[in-house]
């Protein structure tokens, strides 16, 4: 018995030891990918804030010349796309992957942050403890939305139950809370903020005040949310809705933190999100989200030529976008069957339970 008991502990050692190599091999074969282009850069950089800032124009004559309301609105559905995509470079920004320089990489993080109303290094510290600490069950609560398990739904007071499924609804989830966030709880710096963060929410709030002064000055006040409270709200929730489809998936993978590594967590707790080529490119290939959470400096304009090049990526299951509005009634991470579920499917437990106990 002695002789088995050392064997199996130096096949489970062996097996950890393949592991680590696979893993590191993988990081190896996509650190090739993490280079960024000025000149790539520049080319998405005038792709997207030319256009977007040209639909502002139009808009603006729109308003100002007394055009029927609804053609600024259709102006604004193609204008919050182009905001999300400007997020998307922010967010390359906040991993210093957009830019081959630092500073220039924070320099147009500001300046998308203020466009976006996302203070930049705020948002850059509690998005870089979201990518420490995803898929481990054990260090939930910054940076990713209130996932409870089952068990932790079950025993938890009437109270809480409420209000996690209030959270969870859809129409709030998706269509309110993302206004919320960006319009307000983004003008105060996140807990835990320190002085360099609590700054850039000063500066981003400083300069989105003199932003709206001018333009109430130069167009109107109301003639200003006209345009940009429809751009903002549907830019919100339309980024709310990808942030959540990432990490919230029937097949997505928690586990705890003694089983939890970057790599893993990475491959099986983020979605392949397979979006059509128009609205891949306006997300400005965030749908690759498993290969961005393996090396998270990789800019996004390398992410599809990473996944066509790397085979280790491609094992990964497609969410698309039919398959994916299922995921709007999956609540819950059940810990015994390795996947979310909905409130429906445990309906029963607490009574099961309960008749267990009796018995």
């Known amino acids: 018995m002695p002789q088995q008991f050392t064997r199996l502990e130096m096949l489970a050692t062996s097996d950890s030891k393949n592991n680590q190599s696979s893993r590191e091999d993988l990081i190896q074969s996509v650190s090739k990918y993490a280079q960024a282009d000025y000149r790539k850069a520049f080319w ?77 290094e705020d948002w850059q510290r509690t998005h870089v403890i979201h990518h420490s600490a995803s898929g481990d069950l054990d260090r939930r609560g910054v940076g990713d939305i209130w996932t409870l398990t089952v068990d932790e739904y079950l025993s938890a007071s009437w109270l809480k139950r409420v209000t996690y499924r209030f959270f969870r609804n859809p129409l709030l989830l998706i269509g309110i809370i993302p206004s919320v966030l960006f319009l307000i709880l983004q003008r105060f710096p996140s807990s835990g903020a320190k002085k360099r963060e609590r700054n850039s929410v000063i500066f981003t709030n400083m300069a989105l005040v003199a932003i709206i002064t001018l333009m109430s000055l130069t167009l109107g006040f109301q003639n200003y949310l006209m345009i940009q409270l429809p751009v903002i709200i549907m830019a919100a929730s339309a980024g709310m809705w990808l942030f959540y489809v990432q990490h919230q998936y029937e097949d997505v993978c928690w586990m705890r933190h003694d089983s939890w590594n970057l790599t893993r967590a990475g491959l099986e707790g983020s979605s392949y999100y397979k979006l059509p080529k128009v609205l891949q490119w306006i997300v400005g290939n965030i749908g690759l989200h498993h290969i961005h959470h393996v090396k998270a400096n990789i800019p996004n304009y390398n992410l599809q030529r990473c996944y066509n090049e790397i085979a280790a990526l491609q094992v990964t299951t497609p969410l698309t976008l039919r398959k994916s509005l299922k995921s709007l009634w999956l609540n819950l991470w059940d810990e015994q069957k390795q996947k979310l579920v909905s409130f429906r499917s445990i309906r029963l437990l607490p009574r099961m339970k309960n008749q267990s106990a009796l018995n």
């Not at 905001?83 to 210093?96: E, G, S």
């Not at 924070?106 to 942050?113: D, F, M, N, Q, T």
């Open 44 to 120: 998405q950089i005038s792709n997207t804030f030319v256009p977007y800032l040209g639909l502002w124009a139009v808009m603006i004559f729109s308003v100002l010349h007394g055009f029927p309301y609804w053609i600024t609105l259709l102006l604004t559905v193609p204008a919050a796309g182009f905001l999300v995509r400007i997020f998307i470079f922010f967010h390359d920004c906040c991993h210093l992957a957009f830019f081959p320089s630092r500073r220039a990489n924070r320099i147009l993080g500001y300046i998308a942050g203020i466009m976006t109303f996302t203070p930049f």
